[in-house]
């Protein structure tokens, strides 16, 4: 239950029950303190390397997920076509890179 629901019967004491800006002023003096006596972890660009590898390994282990991701970026892409474009089959010709096969059939 939230402090944000006066009715609710949540106590008024205690870190959860205040308001947000002052848990952020209480966490702020925390990650200050733990700094200063050095008990604050800092990461290593090596450590921060593979910590990302393993949030990557984790995530792409989900065929589901990685499937959907694919499925919604080719949506964004071929949704930016003309109605032209996609009458043609998908085909887009480049200015200056265009096929000399398909001058001489035209």
Same mark, same amino acid.
């Given at each position: ?14 870190? &959860? ?33 593979? &910590? ?5 390994? &984790? ?35 480049? &200015? ?11």
């Amino acid at each position: 239950m939230s402090s944000k629901n006066p009715g609710s019967g949540t106590s008024k004491r205690g870190f &959860a029950s205040m308001d947000e800006e002052r848990q952020r002023e209480i966490a702020s003096e925390g990650g200050r303190a733990a700094h200063a006596s050095g008990h604050a972890h800092q990461f290593t660009s090596e450590e921060a390397r593979r &910590a990302g590898q393993k949030g990557g390994e &984790a995530v792409s282990s989900n065929r589901e997920h990685m499937a959907a991701i694919g499925r919604k970026g080719g949506e964004a892409s071929h949704g930016r076509r003309t109605g032209e474009e996609s009458s043609r089959g998908g085909q887009q010709t480049r &200015a200056g890179r265009q096929n000399p096969k398909n001058e001489e059939e035209d």
